[in-house]
């Protein structure tokens, strides 16, 4: 056994999806015997999601990258540049073995200024094709992770390890009786569980409300609709709960879910991969984003995991018809599920920064 303690640096934010993966692999990290820290944004949401860890935290200053026009772009490069002197300073002064990148704008002063101290770097990238941070980290990792069979085809082919998403371990024990305690739902039919991200899905929570009547008879619903998207003139509904937010209560509710709504993040689809729940992805438009969440959702419904419906074609009566469906065949979505050869993320994450921390 090591008696030499190990450091590594976290890094990664903006959305907690950029978070989580980071957070799934704390407890592994902490066995084998590795100091950790982490290296984020003065206001972003990872400085709030690491607060639980007892994880030393440094804030640098950042700036987003962007396709269009904004006044901010002329400014931008400079919160950079300083972002990049910031990271050097922190990293000079924790001297870490390895950076562990999960992407997101902030990734990208961490990334280069370890690499100009020549600290290597893993980065993982979770949607199908990479986004404008980790292209521009790409060049300075050592590897680049990611989760799907086609994401490989759009990276260097000797960085490329496809090791899918690190899930965290809690997820997969929660307890059904506690979520029906917590919930106060009668367990009298089917539960649908619906998330739309970190922030919340307007678009997704218009569609189920609008719906509620007909979903009620079939189902109980579960709503995760984001801060402030709570609707009290839905709040009397029998069979129907909502909250903002859900931590710790999370494991339970998946527990006692049979078929979920979802946006199709990267990271949530692949802890319903993981929990083998069948889904109903609804992917963020193309015209609200680069497309990399439709990328997603049509290669989970290609590996048989999921269904896909855009937001733009949704109607309350193709909404009732594709979940009601769903639930009539979730034994073939679970076999399919059961049967992805995905590799333990965590186990082969772990080994490749224990590799690369050595040489």
Known sequence: MEIAMKKIVLTGGGT?????????????????????????????????????????????????FRRYFDLKNLTDPFR???????????????????????????????????????IPVICHESDMTPGLANKLCIPFAEKICCNFPETVDNLPAEKAVLTGTPIRSALLSGDRNKALEFTKLPDDKPFLLVMGGSLGAQAVNEAVRADLPQLLKEFN?????????????????????????????????????????????????????????????????????????????????????????????????????????????????IRAMAENKATDAIRVIMELIEEYRKK
């Open 221 to 333: 619903v579960i709503h995760l609709c984001g801060k402030g998207k709570v609707d009290t003139s839905c709040a009397d509904l029998k069979g129907y709960v909502q909250y903002e937010y859900i931590k710790d209560e999370l494991p339970d509710l998946f527990a006692l879910t049979d078929v979920v709504i979802s946006r199709a993040g990267a990271n949530a689809i692949c802890e319903l991969l993981a929990l083998k729940k069948p889904a109903l992805l609804i992917p963020l438009s193309a015209k609200a984003s680069r497309g990399d969440q439709i990328l997603n959702a049509r290669s989970f419904e290609k590996q048989g995991f999921s269904v896909v419906l855009e937001e733009e074609e949704i109607t309350p009566e193709l909404l009732m018809k594709t979940v009601t469906e769903l639930y009539r065949s979730r034994d073939t979505y």
């Open 80 to 118: 950079v540049i300083k972002g990049v002197r910031d990271a050097h300073k922190a990293l000079k002064k924790i001297k870490p073995d390895i950076v562990f990148s999960k992407g997101g704008f902030v990734s990208v002063p961490v990334v280069h200024a370890a690499h100009t101290l020549k």
């Open 16 to 64: 907690a999806g950029h978070v989580t993966p980071n957070i799934a692999l704390i407890p592994s990290l902490r066995e084998a015997g590795y100091e950790i820290y982490y290296i984020g944004s003065f206001d972003g949401i990872e400085k709030k999601l690491i607060a639980d860890y007892d994880i030393p935290y440094t804030a640098i200053s950042t700036g987003k």
